[in-house]
């Protein structure tokens, strides 16, 4: 399965040195310069990490937890809780 | 002429840096003690130029252009960008080697192998971990070679097997005499970001560290591709270390220390390969 290019390039994006601020602070307007499907945006704005879990690249992933405040251990923790029943992004 | 005097291999989690100062002493420990002795026999070697392999994460490359293999040609490069590698790695720049990097672009094109270009590459934490943790003094010109080991599809192993065969005649046929070193970075097992997060995976390590003491290529190609199926995505690494591995001649290493670390995420393995003439 295709991850979503415009969700991977949003969390590519965050990792500039303003990401965090841009995420915390102006959610909304940094979601309006990508052209996000309706779900995928939705998704964004209620913190629904299973839902992008299978549109996302794993690495982008990792990181964009961290933009969200999540650390290591609260990552494993989310990540781990995620039943996706669908081929493992693998080595 | 050129000559390939060492090749090494060494874990590069980010977390190395990020949590140096809060990690578990008997952790920091460890890291001192087996990156130091990787970094002593590299300082031993007098390198005039380290020509060194990882993953770009998601930091020179998107999909909209996801490179197999970049050398880097430029007469310098920019050090890593990443906010938790400033503390400990200050590098604004770092040197280049221009011509040996145009030199292995070239050689590579001439003989069946298609990479990408850059003059100018952002050198992240994959490249400057290790770098830093050795203790390198003066840090010699790098000529860095990214491989997209992040996003599907990737160089196969046994690719990466001819990528290191083809390394080592393309250095052994420059002409100026300089002494060069090879570094492979990232591995050994580890998960990020997946559901398995945090997962290591010590029977794949162990499996991967036999096939780098003995085995042939063909076994080792064909052992690797079925093993990274099965692994986390963090395994996928170990194409660097397959182009160190092949680079040295494919003749068994030692390793110089590998522990499974948790607070790291990461099975982590530092290695020196036989130099086979």
Known sequence: MQTDYWLNKLMFDLQGPDGKELWSEHRETTLDKYPLSLEIREALLRDDYEYLYPLTNPYLMRFFLLICGHDDEASIKILSSIGVNREKTNG | ?277
Not at chain 2, 19 to 43: I, V
Not at chain 2, 105 to 127: E, I, Q, T, V
Not at chain 2, 246 to 275: K, N, R, T
């Open chain 2, 1 to 277: 002429m050129a000559k390939l005097v060492g090749s090494f291999a060494a874990g590069h989690a980010p977390n190395i840096a990020r949590s140096w100062d809060t990690m578990k002493p008997e952790s920091r420990g460890w890291l001192t003690q087996h990156y130091h002795e990787m970094g002593r026999r590299l300082s031993a070697l007098e390198p005039d130029v380290l020509v060194i392999h990882s993953t770009d994460h998601w930091v020179n490359f998107f999909l909209d252009n996801m490179p197999a293999f970049c050398v880097g040609i430029g007469e310098e490069h920019e050090g890593p960008p990443e906010p938790f590698m400033k503390p400990v790695f200050p590098h604004e720049t770092l040197p280049g080697h221009a011509s040996l990097g145009r030199h292995i672009l070239d050689y590579a094109l001439n003989n069946n192998f298609d990479p990408s270009y850059s003059r100018r590459l952002k050198l992240d934490h994959g490249m400057c971990v290790p770098i830093w943790c050795t203790g390198l003094d003066p840090i010699p010109p790098i000529i860095p070679v990214y491989m997209n080991l992040v996003e599907k599809p990737f160089p196969t192993p046994q690719r990466c097997l001819a990528w290191g065969h083809m390394l080592r005649e393309s250095i052994e046929s420059y002409p100026d005499d300089l002494r060069v070193v090879v570094m492979g970075t990232g591995g050994l097992s580890h998960s990020i970001g997946e559901t398995t997060m945090g997962w290591i995976d010590e029977p794949f390590d162990m499996a991967c560290i036999e096939l780098f003491k003995s085995a042939s290529d063909d076994k080792f190609a064909t052992d690797l591709e079925t093993m990274l199926e099965r692994t986390g995505n963090g395994g996928a690494e170990l194409r660097a270390w397959a182009v160190a591995h092949a680079v040295a001649g494919s003749q068994g290493f030692d390793l110089i220390g590998y522990a499974p670390m948790p607070d790291m995420l990461i099975g982590c393995g530092v290695a020196e390969w036989h130099m086979v003439a």
